[in-house]
C-alpha cells in the first residue's frame, strides 16, 4: 500500500503541472517521472531489505568457557589477550571466560578428578596423553585442528600428541625440554661442557657450583638415559623389557648421583630459592627450561648463560646426559557445554601468529614451523639452546599410560631418599632392584 499511495501521488502532480502549463498556453511536453519514480521504488526496496536484514540478523550466542592454563601465562596477561582477540574474531559468540591457573604438570591429575568440571581447554605436558585417552578425558581432534598440527608441526612434535591408537588429540605450543643455565661470572663455556668440570671449578665457600633437581623424576631420567639405560626398550613400548636401572652401569650412575647430591658444592633445589642464589651469584649451573628464562634473566642479566646438558663419566667412560623430551600442548575436554567453541579457541591458541606472541611474551619457543622462522625466533639464545639440546641432549619421553602410571610414582622416592640418606651406596644396588620391580608389566 505504501507503493501505490506514492505512485498516485506523482500522478497526481504529473496532471497538476500538465494543466498549468496548458493553462498557459505553453506547448511544453510534460517532465517525464518515470525515472524519478523508479529510483524512489529502489530506495524503499532498499529500505525494505534493510530493515529485512536487521530483523533477521543472527544475535550473539551466549557461551561460557572455561580455560585452564599456567601461571606464566596468565600473570604476564597472555591469556587475557589472546582471549579477547578470540572473541573479537568471532562476534557470533558472546563468550564469558573462567580462566583458572593450573599448571600443565598437573593438569591430568586435575582433570581425572572430575572431567566434568575440568577446563573446556587446557595446557598439559604431552606425556598426560595416554592416560588421559584411556580415562576419556580428552577429545579426539579433527578438521581444521588436526590439520593445523600435521602441517605446520615437525613429525617429531607431531608424535607427542599421537596416542596409541594413532590418532592425534592435542596441538603443540611449545616444547617441553630443560637445558643449562650457569653464571659466567663463576663459570666458562668449557666448563660446563662436562659435569667434572662444573665440579671442579674453584669457587668461593658460600656459592655452589651446581644445582641438582631430580623435579619429581623428571630431569633425574637424564642420567640414566644419558648413559644408555632405558626402560621398556628402545622404543618405550617394549614391556617384557622391563627397566635395566639395576645393571651395573645404572649401579655407577646411581652412586655418581649420591656422589654429586652429598657434595658440598651442590644446592639441592627444594631447599634453595635458585632465583636468589642467581641474583646474588651464588650458584655455579642448573637446569631449568625456558618458562622460567625471563626470571634468571633479570637476576643475571648479560651473566646469564645458556647450553645444552653436559656430559658425565660414572664408570670410566663420558655420556652426553639426556633430558626428556616432549612439547606442552592443548587440549580439549570431550564434555565440554560448547565443543565447537572449545575446539576453535584450542586451534586459535596453537596456531603461527598465537604461538610467536607467546613466545615473545613468556619465552616459549614455538612448535609451529613458520612462527619458528621470525626473526625474533631466530635471534633468540633460548630458542638455539633448545634446538641444539633437542638434536644431541635429549631422549623422547615415553607416553604410555605403562609408563607414566608406575615411573612418576615410583621415581622421585631416589633423590628423596638420597638427601635423607636412607638411600646410599650400601643398599644401593637393593634399592634399585625395588625400584625396577615397581615398573614391571605383567
Same mark, same amino acid.
Given at each position: 500500500?505504501?507503493?501505490?499511495?506514492k505512485?498516485?501521488?506523482?500522478?497526481?502532480?504529473?496532471?497538476?503541472v500538465?494543466?498549468?502549463?496548458?493553462?498557459?498556453g505553453?506547448?511544453?511536453?510534460?517532465?517525464?517521472?518515470?525515472?524519478?519514480?523508479?529510483?524512489?521504488?529502489?530506495?524503499e526496496?532498499?529500505?525494505?531489505?534493510?530493515?529485512?536484514?536487521t530483523?533477521?540478523?543472527?544475535?550473539?550466542?551466549p557461551?561460557?568457557?572455561k580455560v585452564?592454563a599456567?601461571?606464566?601465562?596468565?600473570?604476564?596477561?597472555?591469556?587475557?589477550?589472546?582471549?579477547?582477540?578470540?572473541?573479537?574474531?568471532?562476534?557470533?559468540?558472546?563468550?564469558t571466560?573462567?580462566i583458572?591457573?593450573?599448571?600443565?604438570?598437573?593438569?591430568?591429575?586435575?582433570?581425572?578428578?572430575?572431567?566434568?568440571?575440568?577446563?573446556?581447554?587446557?595446557?598439559?605436558?604431552?606425556?598426560?596423553? =595416554?592416560?588421559?585417552?584411556?580415562?576419556?578425558?580428552?577429545a579426539?581432534?579433527?578438521?581444521?585442528?588436526?590439520?593445523l598440527?600435521?602441517?605446520t608441526?615437525?613429525?617429531?612434535?607431531i608424535?607427542?600428541?599421537?596416542?596409541?591408537?594413532?590418532?592425534i588429540?592435542?596441538?603443540?605450543?611449545?616444547h617441553?625440554?630443560?637445558?643449562?643455565?650457569?653464571?659466567k661470572?663463576?663459570?666458562?663455556?668449557?666448563?660446563?661442557?662436562t659435569?667434572?668440570?662444573?665440579?671442579?671449578?674453584?669457587?668461593?665457600?658460600?656459592?655452589?657450583?651446581?644445582c641438582?633437581?631430580?623435579?619429581?623424576?623428571?630431569?633425574?631420567?637424564?642420567?640414566?638415559?644419558?648413559?644408555?639405560?632405558?626402560?621398556?626398550?628402545?622404543?618405550?613400548?617394549?614391556?617384557?623389557?622391563?627397566?635395566n636401572?639395576?645393571?651395573?652401569?645404572?649401579?655407577?650412575?646411581?652412586?655418581?648421583?649420591?656422589?654429586?647430591?652429598?657434595?658440598?658444592?651442590?644446592?639441592?633445589?627444594d631447599?634453595?630459592?635458585?632465583?636468589?642464589?642467581?641474583?646474588?651469584?651464588r650458584?655455579?649451573?642448573?637446569?631449568?627450561?625456558?618458562?622460567?628464562?625471563?626470571?634468571?634473566?633479570?637476576?643475571?642479566?648479560?651473566?646469564?648463560g645458556?647450553?645444552?646438558?653436559?656430559?658425565?663419566?660414572?664408570d670410566? =667412560?663420558?655420556?652426553?646426559?639426556?633430558?626428556?623430551?616432549?612439547?606442552?600442548?592443548?587440549?580439549?575436554?570431550?564434555?565440554?557445554a560448547?565443543?565447537?567453541?572449545?575446539?576453535?579457541?584450542?586451534?586459535?591458541?596453537?596456531?603461527?601468529?598465537?604461538?610467536?606472541?607467546?613466545f615473545?611474551?613468556?619465552?616459549?619457543?614455538?612448535? =609451529?614451523?613458520?612462527?619458528?622462522?621470525?626473526?625474533?625466533?631466530?635471534?633468540?639464545?633460548v630458542?638455539?639452546?633448545?634446538?641444539?639440546?633437542?638434536?644431541?641432549?635429549?631422549?623422547?619421553?615415553?607416553?604410555?599410560?605403562?609408563?607414566?602410571?608406575?615411573?612418576?610414582? =615410583?621415581?622421585?622416592?631416589?633423590?628423596?631418599?638420597?638427601?635423607?640418606?636412607?638411600?646410599?651406596?650400601?643398599?644401593?644396588?637393593e634399592?634399585?632392584?625395588?625400584?625396577?620391580?615397581?615398573?614391571?608389566?605383567e
Open positions: 500500500m505504501k507503493k501505490i499511495t505512485l498516485m501521488a506523482l500522478l497526481m502532480v504529473s496532471v497538476m500538465i494543466g498549468s502549463f496548458a493553462a498557459c505553453k506547448k511544453e511536453t510534460p517532465a517525464d517521472t518515470s525515472n524519478q519514480t523508479q529510483n524512489e521504488t529502489k530506495d526496496k532498499k529500505e525494505e531489505t534493510k530493515e529485512t536484514e530483523s533477521d540478523e543472527v544475535k550473539a550466542e557461551v561460557t568457557l585452564w599456567p601461571e606464566n601465562q596468565i600473570q604476564t596477561g597472555t591469556m587475557d589477550s589472546m582471549a579477547k582477540s578470540f572473541q573479537e574474531l568471532h562476534p557470533e559468540w558472546d563468550i571466560f573462567t583458572e591457573a593450573i599448571g600443565e604438570d598437573v593438569a591430568k591429575d586435575e582433570i581425572l578428578k572430575d572431567v566434568s568440571a575440568a577446563g573446556d581447554v587446557f595446557f598439559f605436558a604431552n606425556d598426560q596423553l =595416554n592416560e588421559l585417552v584411556n580415562a576419556g578425558a580428552i579426539k581432534l579433527g578438521g581444521k585442528a588436526e590439520e598440527v600435521k602441517t608441526m615437525a613429525d617429531t612434535v608424535d607427542t600428541v599421537t596416542a596409541a591408537d594413532g590418532s588429540y592435542a596441538i603443540p605450543f611449545t617441553n625440554t630443560f637445558f643449562m643455565y650457569y653464571d661470572t663463576i663459570l666458562s663455556e668449557e666448563d660446563v661442557k659435569m667434572e668440570g662444573i665440579m671442579a671449578k674453584p669457587t668461593a665457600d658460600n656459592v655452589y657450583n651446581f641438582f633437581d631430580s623435579a619429581g623424576g623428571w630431569k633425574l631420567g637424564a642420567w640414566y638415559y644419558g648413559a644408555g639405560l632405558t626402560i621398556y626398550g628402545e622404543n618405550a613400548l617394549d614391556f617384557a623389557a622391563g627397566c636401572w639395576n645393571n651395573p652401569t645404572g649401579i655407577a650412575v646411581t652412586n655418581y648421583i649420591i656422589d654429586l647430591i652429598n657434595n658440598p658444592k651442590t644446592a639441592y633445589a631447599d634453595v630459592s635458585l632465583s636468589e642464589l642467581a641474583a646474588d651469584h650458584i655455579g649451573a642448573w637446569w631449568d627450561g625456558s618458562w622460567n628464562y625471563q626470571l634468571y634473566k633479570d637476576a643475571l642479566g648479560d651473566d646469564l645458556l647450553a645444552v646438558l653436559p656430559t658425565f663419566n660414572p670410566g =667412560n663420558d655420556y652426553q646426559l639426556k633430558g626428556f623430551y616432549g612439547s606442552k600442548a592443548i587440549g580439549v575436554n570431550p564434555q565440554a560448547f565443543p565447537q567453541v572449545a575446539v576453535e579457541f584450542a586451534t586459535y591458541l596453537g596456531g603461527e601468529e598465537m604461538q610467536l606472541k607467546r615473545i611474551e613468556t619465552a616459549q619457543v614455538p612448535t =609451529n614451523l613458520k612462527a619458528a622462522e621470525a626473526p625474533e625466533v631466530k635471534a633468540d639464545p630458542a638455539t639452546v633448545i634446538v641444539n639440546e633437542a638434536s644431541i641432549a635429549s631422549v623422547m619421553q615415553p607416553i604410555s599410560a605403562e609408563f607414566g602410571s608406575r615411573y612418576w610414582s =615410583n621415581v622421585g622416592a631416589i633423590a628423596t631418599e638420597i638427601r635423607s640418606g636412607d638411600f646410599n651406596k650400601n643398599n644401593a644396588q634399592k634399585m632392584d625395588a625400584f625396577v620391580a615397581t615398573l614391571v608389566v
